[in-house]
């Protein structure tokens, strides 16, 4: 069953986090009864109108009873029973927002039945685990497809990756993950680590060196190409093979090419630059926009470079990415207007307060 108290409650969980930029989860469906938005959460008002917005534009709770009204009481447990009766009353779709920068972010349509199909073919491709454990969000498409539609479909529990000891991980779990993720589990673990258990990753390109390290410490790796836009659409098990297309999909060769899903009869452009090195199987390349995955959000460097040359201390700012590792960061040459450190202090101070935390460049040159 998809739609329980426990699935909804973590969305919904999910997504305040993303709002507060607190860690909300963990929750068992016991402890969700007793949780208020506002005193437990620590949401006011306009964080809990943005956080009813992303909840009716999933769920198109708008579409159906006029009951479902969100915002009518703080508990979580409220929000959680207006969602259950609005997909009792409506199922056919779900609207995802993309994982893009502040400048870029759209949202994006899909029906259950197309989400099903590519979760019952992952059904396939993966062998069925003792349990699933996830360290991503469950209100993305990708966490949504492995972190509820997967469990529901083999039946078997689901639990956060802070309640798992690295010791507790089998051959029969399944861990579901970024490569933001991956990284920090693999440094808070000691030099040369054994983590024998399955793992998938998606949402950014993974880097090959931390592909390997992971293979050699034991876990059994599938990576997994798509976008919030299309669903996923390859998998790989090794950094140094290509991704083979998942087999309701067809490529039609024409540039840029296009990629027909023939169990919706759905066509769209494909998501990046891509390499078909036969039929089914493909390399990528690079975007076809200027945005760069960093932390599982797709960072635009246009937006980046408008906002700090928006600050009046600045007079002109260079904006670059570059690669280490294969994990994409960006870097920044500011030259400011009078170069003290009054001015420097703010202008950081500009740019973190203006700039998500994936969009602020690791490596910033003020002169």
Known sequence: MIWTPENVGRIILDTA???????QHGLTVGAMAHVDLHYDLGLNSLQRMELAAHMNELFGI?????D?????NTSLSHWINCVLRARAQADQVL?????????ASKSVTHSLTSLLAEARFLTELIPRPAHVVTSVPANHIYGFIFTVLLPALWDCPLQSLNQQQVSDLTEDTLVVGT???????YRALPENPAIHCRGISSAAPMPPD????????GVVLTEIYGSSDTGGMGYRHSPDQPFTLFPYLERFTNDPATITNTNTGATYPAPDRLNWISERELSVVGRLDDAIPIAGVNVSITHVQKVIEDCPLVAECDIHAKADNGVSQLYAAIRLRTLTEANRVACLHWINERLIAPEVPKHMYLY
Do not use: C
Request: aromatic share 14%.
């Open 17 to 23: 986090s993303r709002i507060t930029q607190l860690p």
């Open 62 to 66: 708008f579409q159906t009873s006029a």
């Open 68 to 72: 479902n009204y969100l915002l009518a």
């Open 95 to 103: 609207t995802f927002r993309t994982s893009g920068s502040t400048g």
């Open 179 to 185: 490569p933001l993720t991956w990284e920090f589990l």
């Open 210 to 217: 931390l592909f390997n390290r992971l293979s050699k410490a």
